[in-house]
Each structure stands twice: as C-alpha cells, then as structure tokens.
C-alpha cells in the first residue's frame, strides 16, 4: 500500500517564474491538504482539497492555488514566486483520525 | 483562534528513560483532534499518534501516549523507553472539526536529542 507521494523532490527556480508541485493520496484517503515549512518552523496550513473543491484555506495570497483531480491526486501551483516562497512544501492525505504526509518538495526560490 | 503551544525548544533523555514533551492549545470548538508527529533530519513529517476531542481514553500507539487533559487544554507526548532513533523534531498539531473542511495548525516543535 503505498503512502503519500510527492513530485518531485527538489526544484530550483527564478523569481517571477510559476511552479507546479504534485500530490497522490494514500490509498482511501479523498482529502488532501497543503503545508509550507520553512526552515526551523512548523508546518504553516496552505488550504486543503476535498471532492475537488477547496474547502479551507490559510493565510496566503492568492499567489498559491490548487486543484483536486478526480482520482483524489491534487496539485500546487504558486505563481510569481518570490525569495520568501522558497521552503519545504509538504502535501497530507487524511481521514478522520489519521493524517499522513509525503516526504515534500524542497522549493528553492532564486 | 487556533492556536498551539510548545514550550520546551529543546530536550535531553537518557537512552532507555522516558519523556514527556509538553503540548498545550487553544480553541472554542468542542469537536478538534489533536496529534503527534516526528520530523527527523531527513524532513519526513512521521504521523505518531492521534486523539478526538470527545475520547475518554488517552490514545497509546507501542511506546507513544497521549496524555490529554481536556480541562487544562494539554495533550502532553510521552514516549517511554526512549531510543537513540527517537532523537528528531516533534510537532503538537490540532485540527478543529472533525468532518469536512478542516485545518491543522502546528505547534513550533521541540527538538528532542537522545543520549547513550
């Protein structure tokens, strides 16, 4: 049974440049959520995705936005990047009393 | 507002001793979870344990428990005879909600260092 998985795992990009991380539940689980990490911080909640819909979001700009594919698997993008996006960006999949996480994507904003 | 609090930065344990990492939170709703999670150095976020806000027992997964206080808003971590691979980050989260829509905040974690 296969955990949660995230693509890929490092990437470097420019400021200004857009960028798209990928997310694939565990299977069973319908609910995903985004998180950002920066170094030496906790994770700080992006939004969350379920049937396809967002349906809660954190306090971020509308910079950050995503998707929810009807086989549960979600998306991240972030446009216009800046410096102070760059960070470890972590996706979860969830049912009620379990929430499991991907290994992240290492985004580096240069 | 949601919010959690860990007030230990760091912690020392003796190899084989147990320890209690402190956990403390906020929030108005009557239905949240709250868990447990291991972030060692490789960055992997490692899901340890979980309890509802209606549960009577303390949650217990092998060497981890929960010891939640419901009255004092505390959901303390125990882990007992700890082990030279427990040394890690760990993060207090809660989720308020239980079904539908929901966000988990963190706590800023506590770097617990394990000694032989």
């Known amino acids: 049974d296969a955990g949660v998985t995230q693509s890929p795992t490092h990437l470097i990009k420019t400021r200004g440049q857009q960028v798209t991380l990928r997310c694939s539940p565990k299977?069973?689980?319908?609910?995903v959520s985004w998180y950002q990490q920066a170094l030496g911080q906790g994770p700080q909640f992006i939004f969350q995705y379920y049937e396809e819909e967002e349906r809660q979001r954190g306090n971020f700009p509308d910079r950050f936005s995503g998707h929810q594919f009807p086989n549960y698997s979600s998306e991240l993008n972030v446009n216009a990047l800046l410096l102070g996006d760059s960070a470890l960006y972590l996706c979860?999949?969830?049912?009620?009393?379990?929430?499991?996480f991907g290994p992240g994507t290492r985004l580096t904003v240069t | 507002a949601q919010k959690i609090t860990q007030t230990q930065p760091g912690m020392f344990v003796q190899e084989k001793e147990a320890v209690t990492l402190d956990c403390t939170y906020d929030?108005?709703?009557?239905?949240?979870?709250l868990f447990w999670y291991k972030q060692p150095s490789s960055g992997e976020m490692i899901f340890l344990i979980y309890q509802g806000s209606y549960d009577e027992q303390n949650a217990t997964e092998g060497r981890y428990s929960l010891n939640f206080q419901k009255a004092r808003k505390s959901a303390n971590l125990v882990i007992s005879a700890s082990q030279l691979g427990d040394s890690a980050m760990y993060f207090c989260?809660?989720?308020?909600?239980?079904?539908?829509?929901?966000?988990?905040?963190f706590g800023a974690g506590t770097r617990l260092f394990v000694k032989a």
């Open positions: 929030t108005s709703d009557q239905s949240y979870g």
């Open positions: 979860a999949s969830s049912l009620v009393s379990e929430q499991y």
């Open positions: 989260a809660m989720r308020e909600g239980i079904t539908g829509g929901f966000k988990t905040i």
């Open positions: 299977s069973g689980h319908d609910t």
